[in-house]
C-alpha cells in the first residue's frame, strides 16, 4: 500500500455551512381573497338600483376625463377582470356600463376609488 503525499487536509470552521434553520412564525399574513362575484340576482338589483338613482337624476353622464380616470382606475384595481372580453368588476359584476353614469360609485370593499362628483361625494362600502 502507498502512502498518500501531498498537502495535510487542515480543518477550516469558517468554511463550514451552517444547518439549516428551522423555520419560523411570521406575523405576516397572506392578501386578501378577492371577493366573490355577485350573483345574477345581485347583478340584477345592483342594476336595477343605479338605473333608479340616473333616473332619478335626470340621466347624467360622466365627461370623457372623469370616464378615462375611472377607466384607469378599474383598470389598475385587483377587482377588474376580463369576463368574455369585456372588463368586469368583481365586486359590483358590473361591465362597464356604470362608468358612465354619473351617479355611480366604486364599491370597492376599502372606499370609493373614483373621483367624486356633485351626485357621488363621499367614499361609501356599500
Ligand atoms: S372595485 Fe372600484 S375601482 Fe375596482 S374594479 Fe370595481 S369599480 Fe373599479
Redesign the pocket.
Known sequence: MRAIVGTPIVHRPDLDIPPPRPPQATNISPPPLPPEPPTLIEMAANFSGAMARWAAAGFPTVDAAELEQRLN??RA?E??GMVLGFGR????G?FGLKLWLKTER???PKG???PQNEFVKSPSKE
Do not use: P
Request: hydrophobic content about 20%.
Open positions: 382606475t378599474c384595481c377587482n377588474w368588476c368583481k365586486v359590483c358590473c366604486c364599491r370597492h370609493s376609488r373614483w
